[in-house]
């Protein structure tokens, strides 16, 4: 099983990038999956999740400006960002709960986010 992750860059404050993490492989299900990130120089934080059955739950710092949605079939879940700010500014990181069938965590590579001023 692999993760991959899309879809980061450079945008201005207030705009918008939508990532997107894939798994790839055969015999798998996912259930919990979450959005990270970590800035230069800070420890990597928790930025959304999204359970097997779609409860999601949100930074405080986020809360209203990203989304976070799954779509079973693609097998991929997406992150929405508006409103971005420089402080979101980080290399963005994919983490799943995969059964395949043993449970345990996958990891994406990380995509840089970088919004300016």
């Known amino acids: 099983v692999q993760l991959q992750a899309f879809g980061g860059g450079l945008v201005r404050a207030g705009g918008s990038l939508r990532l997107s993490c894939a798994a790839s492989?055969?015999?798998?299900?996912?259930?919990?999956v979450g959005w990270y990130r970590q800035a230069p120089g800070k420890q990597r934080e928790l930025v959304a999740a999204?359970?097997?059955?779609?409860?999601?739950n949100y930074a405080h710092s986020v809360k209203g400006r990203f989304t976070i949605s799954r779509d079973n079939a693609k097998k991929t879940v997406d992150l929405q960002m508006n409103s971005l700010e420089p402080e979101d500014t980080a290399v963005y990181y994919c983490?799943?709960?995969?059964?395949?069938?043993?449970?345990?965590?996958?990891w994406g590579q990380g995509t840089l986010v970088t919004v300016s001023s």
């Open positions: 999204i359970t097997s059955d779609g409860n999601t």
């Open positions: 983490s799943a709960l995969i059964s395949s069938p043993y449970v345990r965590t996958y």
């Open positions: 492989g055969s015999g798998f299900s996912i259930k919990g």
